[in-house]
């Protein structure tokens, strides 16, 4: 049994903050629930993947978070308590469907997780998605642990169906990838069949409708308004003339600093897990029972400037203060140190830092070198850069390479350099076509498979329209490598329960109008090198799929073993260093012993005998059994 | 009860990610109030893999720089990387055994002298204490039970409150089956390695 459906109430289990959130939705009687994956919210789909096998949930890993939301949407118009989670950017995606169907609402409960991440441990921006709480009207709730990432989410569920509007629930990476202990409540049976009941003045969203429906989104706002100001995740503690107002993760920080710097007595907080609509009347109430504010909150000054609304509003002049050259930043991930000495600063109180130790202090400085993540060794990934810039090089050519969102992104580091612009999902294929068309140079284009079922599709309809003239390089492992290998349409290696359609991409590719469509496995250099040869020569846009699987998904759903094993002969004695400075296999480098024979070594515990470096060096070759 | 902070430092497929879980429970299971933090994303990229586990009254899951009261490093260099994290309060327990950078790997960088490393460290935290990892679980049976040897020294250390018991019966029940004998014998010469 999946450990998260664990019947034994009172039970109190080490969970991590996407998991608390999915136990959560579980004691709320979820039905159906989708995704796209995305870190840091990955682990919330994988959980009701697993869990979907073993109960009467329904769960799909969607194509993207537009489709995600609008299917979630579907079921819960049709009285279904329903899921759709994501990363913060994939909200950008969502954003088109989340502005309307706020307008129209839903009839059984909805929870959009949106997985914020702040100081961008894995994301291409870090924009603060309480902005779209905002922007759409709906109701927002932001949890500071595990355990209230559990009760907010089953709070949700109760706020949307009262309100009937989905309601956002927003994690940040801590939040998400932290562990705390949670109690566990009662499972709640899932209702998994609705009806949808037709009302088009409600559901159609044509104007006339629409002007109806933004009214009703206005006044379920001050309803929502009124139960922010009663929510249980809206308290008021401690008793001093100093105030500090919180939320999230910060809250956690600030806790500790408070306790840390002997304020408890000091100090009033105002913690606001409830956030939007803002709470106006116990803000207000908060801000007249104290001197002066701080507002500590990551990323965008929301609460700060909704705090300044209200003083401003009632003509009340208390200082508050948040973001400022001496407080606080709007960049990056808070910390417990910066937060205590912060409050420290402002409030007045002396108080040392630890000392911690500065590696730069030492005598004769050392050296380090660095350690960036690589491709893995047998990754064809690498297969398909390496081909690339070979035949650009044999052939003089200079290319520009948009390049798209997932493992290969990594592609932008020496020794293969094969990534120039990238802004977000999909933007590899339209990026393409503006830089080919502005410049007239060669452009070489790569998006990986599930990021082409996101969001390439349509781009690549466009450039063939519009007589665009690139080469696309669509890097199909087969699967959804970077978030930890989910499942997408195209998938043949298919983990176990798996019983859905794989969808062609080279057929979709040829359906888009592309002529020129080559499906090849780069992990054979002549193939892909040609490939890449006949694309550079036309004059068309063209499309190469090179197929070949992630070797660690391969090895994880069908227990593939090692093919080969290689060895570097002993005529590699020179001071050649091409496949490092061309290939960079992490499997294959110099050789650091002090009485090396040969230039290169293979560590074999890394090779997985992929068998591309003997096709680069003819001094590589099969180990003799 | 007294808070602690502990720190893990490795790199990707070291298990520091499994050793953090053995610590958490294994505190758990000794009554202390546990939470643990980890980044996930590039683990399995040979990148720098960070956790924590805090125990007591603490509501923090991260630890500011020279604020942790012990920091287990799985590799010397990204050992003395985190020293940032220490103070000299801090206790190091830390493997000996490099896991070679790919920029050292393609002569893009040299791996410096280890000894230097830990002469800097010995000096400037309350306790260092370093150990040859690999050699250790290769003795136990499986080079992959390093991670496990680590979590040995740490409980060997006398650092935290737990008893060695708790940490045990933490690898008896919450670690793969089929290499909780192994991981058991890596952890007992991991604790006695001090």
Known sequence: ?625 | MSDHRICFIGVGGQGTLLATMVLAEAAISAGHNVLASEVHGMAQRGGVVESSVMMGNIKSPIISDGEADVLLGFEPVETYRAMGKCSHDSIVVSNTVPVMPFSVAIGKGAYPDIDKLFSFIQPRVKTLITLDARALAEEAGAALSANVVMVGALAGSGALPIPKEAFEETIRTKTKAQFAEVNLKAFQLGFGAL
């Not at chain 1, 956002?168 to 801590?174: C, G, I, K, N, S």
């Not at chain 1, 919180?246 to 306790?259: G, N, R």
């Not at chain 1, 002066?292 to 203060?321: D, F, W, Y």
Request: hydrophobic share 40%; net charge neutral; glycine share 8%.
């Open chain 1, 1 to 625: 049994m999946h450990p998260l459906l664990t019947p034994e109430i009172g039970k109190r289990l080490l969970l991590l903050g996407n998991e608390a959130i999915v136990r959560g939705a579980l004691e709320a009687g979820l039905g159906f629930a989708t995704c796209y994956p995305g870190t840091p919210s990955s682990e919330i789909g994988d959980n009701f993947f697993r869990i979907a096998a073993e109960s009467d949930l329904y769960f799909e890993y969607s194509t993207n978070e537009k489709v995600a939301l609008e299917t979630a949407a579907g079921a819960a118009v049709s009285g279904i308590r329903t899921m759709c989670s994501m990363k913060h950017v994939g909200l950008n995606v969502a954003a088109d469907p989340l502005m309307t169907l706020a307008y129209v609402g839903v009839r059984a409960g909805m929870v959009v997780i949106t997985a914020d991440d702040p100081s961008m441990f894995s994301s291409q921006n870090e924009q603060d998605n309480r902005l779209y709480a905002r922007l759409s009207g709906l109701p927002m709730l932001e949890p500071t642990s595990a355990q209230e990432a559990k009760d907010m989410t089953k709070a949700a569920f109760e706020i949307s169906e009262a309100l009937e509007l989905p309601v956002l629930l927003r994690t940040t990476t801590r939040l998400s990838h932290y562990r705390g202990m949670v109690t566990m409540e009662e499972l709640r049976p899932s209702k998994t069949r609705g009806a949808f009941e037709k009302d088009s003045a409600r559901f159609v969203t044509v104007p006339a409708n629409a002007r109806v429906r933004h009214k009703v989104l206005v006044d379920q706002g001050e309803k929502a308004r009124e139960m922010a100001c009663q929510s249980p995740f809206n308290t008021i503690t401690g008793e001093g003339p100093g105030g500090i107002v919180t939320s999230a993760m910060a809250y956690d920080y600030v806790a500790d600093a408070v306790m840390d710097l002997g304020l408890a007595d000091k100090v009033k907080m105002l913690k606001l897990g409830f956030t939007h609509p803002f709470p106006q009347d116990l803000a207000l109430g908060f801000i007249r029972s104290v001197e002066r504010i701080l507002v500590v909150e990551e990323l965008e000054p929301i609460l700060e400037e909704s705090l300044k609304v209200v003083a401003q509003t009632h003509g009340l002049s208390t200082p508050i203060a948040g973001k400022g050259a001496d407080l606080f930043s709007r960049l990056y991930e808070y910390n417990p140190g910066m937060v205590r000495a912060t409050i420290a600063k402002y409030f007045g109180v002396d108080y040392t830092p630890p000392k911690a130790i500065d590696i730069r202090e030492a005598e004769e400085p050392i050296q380090l070198p660095l350690r960036p993540p690589n491709l893995c060794a047998g990754c064809p990934h690498r297969a398909s850069y390496y081909a690339v810039n070979s035949v650009l090089k044999e052939t003089g050519t200079e290319a520009v390479f948009p390049s798209d969102i997932g493992c290969y992104t990594l592609g932008i580091l020496p020794p293969l350099q094969t990534a120039d612009f990238l802004v977000c999902m999909g933007s590899s294929v339209t990026s393409a076509a503006g830089i080919s068309r502005a410049t007239g140079k060669k452009v070489i284009a790569f998006i990986g498979d599930s990021t082409f079922f996101h969001s390439g599709i349509t781009g690549l309809v466009n450039a063939v329209h519009n007589q665009h003239n690139f080469i696309l390089v669509i890097l199909d492992n087969g699967t959804t490598a970077m978030t930890g290998h989910q499942p997408h349409p195209g998938v043949e290696i298919a983990p176990q329960g798996w019983e859905k359609p794989s969808i062609s991409i080279e057929a979709i590719v040829r359906a888009c109008g592309v002529e020129q469509v080559s499906v090849v496995n780069p992990i054979n250099l002549t193939k892909m090198k040609n490939a890449v040869k006949e694309a550079l020569a036309s004059d068309r846009l063209s499309v190469i799929v090179a197929k070949a699987p992630c070797p660690l998904y391969e090895r994880k759903v069908k227990g593939t073993k090692k093919k080969r094993a290689f060895e570097v002969g002993p005529e590699c004695n020179t001071d050649c260093t091409e496949c490092v400075d061309t290939f960079g296999c992490p499997a294959l480098f110099k050789n650091p012993a002090a009485d090396a024979k040969t230039t290169m070594i293979i560590d074999e515990r890394l090779c997985i005998g992929c068998g591309v470096c003997i096709q680069i060096c003819k001094k590589i070759r099969p180990k003799k059994v």
